[in-house]
T-cell receptor, first 113, second 111 residues
Framework: EAGVVQSPRYKIIEKKQPVAFWCNPI?????LYWYLQNLGQGPELLIR????????DSQLPKDRFSAERLKGVDSTLKIQPAELGDSAVYLC???????????FGPGTRLTVT | ELKVEQNPLFLSMQEGKNYTIYCNYS?????LYWYRQDPGKSLESLFV?????AVKQEGRLMASLDTKARLSTLHITAAVHDLSATYFC???????????FGKGTLLTVNP
């Protein structure tokens, strides 16, 4: 069974530029999560989807971050414009149900210069 | 707000030794996970603990959960170099889907 797929794995951009990350969850997993992991820290939830609906985006900085999950499968997380403090690893995870075990993708390491 | 504390944050061990990582959390929970993360890699699920007194073992790692004390432990037996990684505990509660992670324990096993 294929795991959670994310791309790109690494991204280097200059500040004020836009950037987008893509996630394909495990087949059949209705719940999808985007996490932010700063260096030396545990992941922190940004947004959770149930199918195509964002049911919790309370931690998402909406002035510059946006996300979508069209058709309830793949998801895209966007930052526009990026700031230096956005440098981190962005992890996508999925689970069969909302309270089920979460499976993580490899992450996208973003460096903003 | 749920808070999760791990200690120690850094652990340097000799091969063959035993040690325990502790995970304390602040509010009632019925789900606790242990994850392993290698440098530059994603999180790999090690254990899921769902009830008080639960104990799970895989190889040299054993995890336990005491919901009354709000404490989970990850015990390492006869450490080997391959166990070097960062270990996270993550706690979720009841119908709350949200997982709150500890800061992680960076384990280095030296020959």
């Amino acid at each position: 069974e294929a795991g959670v797929v994310q791309s790109p794995r690494y991204k280097i951009i200059e500040k004020k530029q836009p950037v987008a990350f893509w996630c394909n969850p495990i087949s059949g997993h209705n719940t999808l999560y985007w996490y932010l992991q700063n260096l030396g820290q545990g992941p922190e939830l940004l947004i959770r989807y149930e199918n195509e609906e964002a049911v919790d985006d309370s931690q998402l900085p909406k002035d510059r971050f946006s996300a979508e999950r069209l058709k309830g499968v793949d998801s895209t997380l966007k930052i526009q414009p990026a700031e230096l403090g956005d440098s981190a690893v962005y992890l996508c995870a999925s689970s069969l149900v909302a309270t089920g075990e979460q499976y993580f993708g490899p992450g996208t390491r973003l460096t903003v210069t | 707000e749920l808070k999760v504390e791990q200690n120690p944050l850094f652990l340097s061990m000799q091969e063959g030794k035993n040690y325990t990582i502790y995970c304390n959390y602040s509010t009632t929970s019925d789900r606790l996970y242990w994850y392993r993360q290698d440098p530059g890699k994603s999180l790999e699920s090690l254990f899921v603990l769902l009830s008080n007194g639960a104990v799970k073992q895989e190889g040299r790692l054993m995890a336990s959960l005491d919901t009354k004390a709000r404490l989970s432990t990850l015990h390492i037996t006869a450490a080997v170099h391959d166990l070097s990684a960062t270990y996270f505990c993550a706690v979720g509660g009841g119908s709350n889907y949200k997982l709150t992670f500890g800061k992680g324990t960076l384990l280095t096993v030296n020959p």
